[in-house]
T-cell receptor, first 112, second 114 residues
Framework: QQQVKQSPQSLIVQKGGIPIINCAYENTAFDYFPWYQQFPGKGPALLIAIRPDVSEKKEGRFTISFNKSAKQFSLHIMDSQPGDSATYFCAASGGGSEKLVFGKGTKLTVNP | DGGITQSPKYLFRKEGQNVTLSCEQNLNHDAMYWYRQDPGQGLRLIYYSQIVNDFQKGDIAEGYSVSREKKESFPLTVTSAQKNPTAFYLC?????????????FGPGTRLTVT
């Protein structure tokens, strides 16, 4: 019940493409769903986050889509750039706990 | 310059030795966390602390110990009991308000044990 399943494990797109990373969860008490971006050798940084009261949130080229009934959420990167090449982690928390449960990550490569 | 510092960036130790990883934050956050990152495994929680002088085990606490004597500091000791200590270790903090669970991460320490 505490797992967050993330797919795909790796993703390669051309510059300008729209990579999509998907996550699914089981615990219906989760109420906070962040995405983190991590470059090699660095700590993760918060990219964008959503709560279940909205179905979509956009910040710049990054969009989270949230489907509460399916217990799924996804990250879309519009007009992807080589500088977006990084590992992306979804996470979830809630039910009175501030602990984040992380997906296993998606390594994104954007080719020039 | 606010943030989380972890030192050192790289650490090498011989098997059988305990080693302590430093984590300091000046964000005035109440909660602090330690994660371990291995390739393809995501981030796994080792220990976390919500207030000074209190901490809880995470999912993989065996072979690790922590202390929280000051709000700003949360050092992690990797003991000789940890079977596979070579990994990338990440410290994080969060404000733990009711509506905000955002965690801020440090730059990490890469530990190699041979």
């Amino acid at each position: 019940q505490q797992q967050v399943k993330q797919s795909p494990q790796s993703l390669i797109v051309q510059k300008g493409g729209i990579p999509i990373i998907n996550c699914a969860y089981e615990n219906t008490a989760f109420d906070y769903f962040p995405w983190y971006q991590q470059f090699p050798g660095k700590g993760p940084a918060l990219l964008i986050a959503i709560r279940p009261d909205v179905s979509e949130k956009k910040e710049g080229r990054f969009t989270i889509s949230f489907n509460k009934s399916a217990k799924q959420f996804s990250l879309h990167i519009m007009d992807s750039q080589p500088g977006d090449s990084a590992t992306y982690f979804c996470a979830a928390s809630g039910g009175g706990s501030e602990k984040l449960v992380f997906g296993k990550g998606t390594k994104l490569t954007v080719n020039p | 310059d606010g943030g989380i510092t972890q030192s050192p960036k790289y650490l090498f130790r011989k098997e059988g030795q305990n080693v302590t990883l430093s984590c300091e934050q000046n964000l005035n956050h109440d909660a602090m966390y330690w994660y371990r990152q291995d390739p393809g495994q995501g981030l796994r929680l080792i220990y976390y602390s919500q207030i000074v002088n209190d901490f809880q085990k995470g999912d993989i606490a065996e072979g690790y110990s922590v202390s929280r004597e000051k709000k700003e500091s949360f050092p992690l000791t990797v003991t000789s009991a940890q079977k596979n200590p070579t990994a990338f270790y990440l410290c994080a903090s969060s404000p733990t308000t009711a509506q905000d669970y955002e965690q801020y991460f440090g730059p990490g320490t890469r530990l190699t044990v041979t």
